[in-house]
């Protein structure tokens, strides 16, 4: 099924689409739902409080790429689940050691307006990294995955890995000041 159609559905409100995004989006989303939770189950209702929100999200909002919409979905469902889980139970998670790594690198949250400035200049930040250092940037940060699985998959030492992400973090920094954000 092709991302229009199950657009086009979930404007009619066919509960098809549902079908439509797992179909076609349940390993991806469950990847990174894996990758933030680390746990099989609690991945599992994560992809389906994605599918929910996604159901309720849509329409009004018809986002232009249907797979970068459905992963962010999922990404923020599973941090959520994660600050949920961490509050019980007063742990440490894979997204929370990555986002200490990157605090005092992005500083804190504004308002809307704050937070398209600074998407705007991470998307030019990563466009200005090597393809390598981009994709060692995103799986760290965005997929949260360990330094180890990166190594592997990249067929990289964990001491490159972890060099390609403090040189990422400085140029980040720096780009970022650069761009009149305060660090």
């Known amino acids: ?94 997204a929370i050691i990555a986002f200490e790594e990157l605090d005092g690198v992005l500083g804190e949250g504004g308002d809307a307006a704050d937070e398209i400035a600074l998407r705007d200049a991470l998307q030019k930040f990563l466009r200005s990294l090597s393809k390598r250092s981009r994709i060692v940037f995103i799986q760290k940060y965005w997929y949260f995955r360990t330094i180890g699985e990166i190594a592997k998959d990249l067929a990289m030492s964990e001491e490159s890995v972890k060099a390609s992400l403090f040189r990422s973090r400085e140029k980040l920094k720096n780009h970022l000041k650069k761009e009149g954000f305060e660090i």
Request: with cysteine; glycine share 4%.
């Open 1 to 94: 099924m092709e991302d229009r159609e199950i657009i086009s559905m979930l404007n009619e409100r066919d509960e098809r689409a549902i079908v439509g995004i797992q179909e076609k989006y349940r390993s991806y989303c469950r990847f990174i739902a894996k990758s933030i939770l680390d746990n099989d189950e609690d991945a599992e209702e994560c992809l389906n409080n994605t599918y929910l929100a996604v159901w309720n999200s849509i329409p009004p909002n018809a986002p232009r790429d249907l797979r970068s919409y459905v992963g962010a979905v999922c990404r923020k469902t599973a941090l959520k689940q994660l600050e949920r889980r961490l509050a019980k139970k007063r742990g440490e998670g894979r």
